[in-house]
Nanobody, 124 residues
Framework: QVRLVESGGGSVQTGGSLRLSCVDS????????MAWFRQAPGKEREGVAGLQIDSDSPSYADFAKGRFVIALDSRKSTIYLQMNELQPEDTAMYYC?????????????????WGQGTQVTVSS
């Protein structure tokens, strides 16, 4: 059973925007954080943005600051990633993650649950 389901990926031109969504159908009691990661072909998976459920202070990768916004709707167990000013280098599979995280929100190894990903393609 897939716990995390992403949606909202697609193809856009440089400078365009996309809004990704991720619904967590699992128990809210075994996660204190959720995040977005991405992986481009031939590259390692990297953190994009993450947040602690009870915190108002999200974390962003440097490349995401000022362009991407992560948001949580706790009633729907859903997180969003609003991506603006997209560039070709943002092309990747974007993954949602959830779990009990006590270390860096940008570290792949900290997360317990992963979605199957949604593809984002930015053309020049």
């Amino acid at each position: 059973q897939v716990r995390l389901v992403e949606s909202g990926g697609g193809s856009v031109q440089t400078g365009g925007s996309l809004r990704l969504s991720c619904v967590d159908s699992g128990s809210p009691y075994d996660r204190n954080a959720m995040a977005w990661f991405r992986q481009a072909p031939g590259k390692e998976r990297e953190g994009v943005a993450g947040l602690q459920i009870d915190s108002d202070s999200p974390s962003y990768a440097d490349f995401a600051k000022g362009r991407f916004v992560i948001a949580l709707d706790s009633r729907k167990s859903t997180i969003y990633l609003q991506m603006n000013e997209l560039q070709p280098e943002d092309t990747a599979m974007y993954y949602c993650a959830a779990g009990m995280v006590w270390g860096s929100l940008m570290s792949v190894g900290e997360w317990d649950y992963w979605g199957q990903g949604t593809q984002v393609t930015v053309s020049s």
